[in-house]
């Protein structure tokens, strides 16, 4: 958010057309795919502990939640470029933390493994295609309306993600 909150309409959606859909397509559909294996094989040998990844995954984002307060931080020297993009998404926790909470839901569709895997990615390159541009209208309006307090948005959205997590988390034990 904070990268492209200062950037053109014009660069964004370039970097949207040019970078990001095949970043998505290179990294994400793969780890939707490693995901909803991950978990089909966490879950054949472990019963229904699929719980706690919920419970991990809200820990660690509100974790990161509390970091990006603490941090009061409001610039970003990173480039928007394909490499950096793509040491996000592989890197990026709270992407490794949503897929398996995802493919929890996408091996309940009782399709078979293949087929919920597709299902799922196709559903996460639509889903973060779209979020790709409410994430860059969250951050210009944020960086405009926070100025050098943006830090305390970042803190709200990840741990609203926590909340939601969590609650995913309480879901499945009930």
């Keep these: 958010m904070v990268t492209t909150a200062k950037k053109s309409s014009r660069k964004i959606i370039g970097f949207f057309l040019s970078v990001f859909l095949a970043v998505n397509l290179i990294v994400q559909a793969p780890q939707a795919f490693i995901s909803v294996v991950f978990i089909d094989t966490v879950m054949r040998l472990f019963g229904e502990i699929g719980f706690i990844f919920y ?13 990006a307060l603490k941090a009061h931080q409001a610039e970003s ?8 993009l793509m040491l996000i998404m592989l890197l990026s926790p709270k992407i ?12 309940q569709l009782g399709l078979g493994l293949m087929a919920n895997a597709s299902i799922y990615a196709l559903t996460m390159f639509i889903i973060s295609s779209v979020f790709f541009f409410f994430y860059v209208m969250v951050g210009k309006v944020g960086q405009k309306i926070l100025k050098d307090n943006f ?4 803190f709200l959205l990840l741990s609203g993600f926590a909340i939601f997590l969590l609650f995913e988390g309480v879901q499945a034990i009930l």
């Design 55 to 67: 419970f991990l995954g809200g820990a660690y984002i509100f974790y990161l939640a509390i970091k």
């Design 77 to 84: 020297t990173l480039q928007l470029s394909f490499g950096n």
């Design 96 to 107: 490794w933390i949503l897929f398996p909470s995802g493919a929890l839901i996408a091996n």
């Design 151 to 154: 830090a305390y948005l970042v």
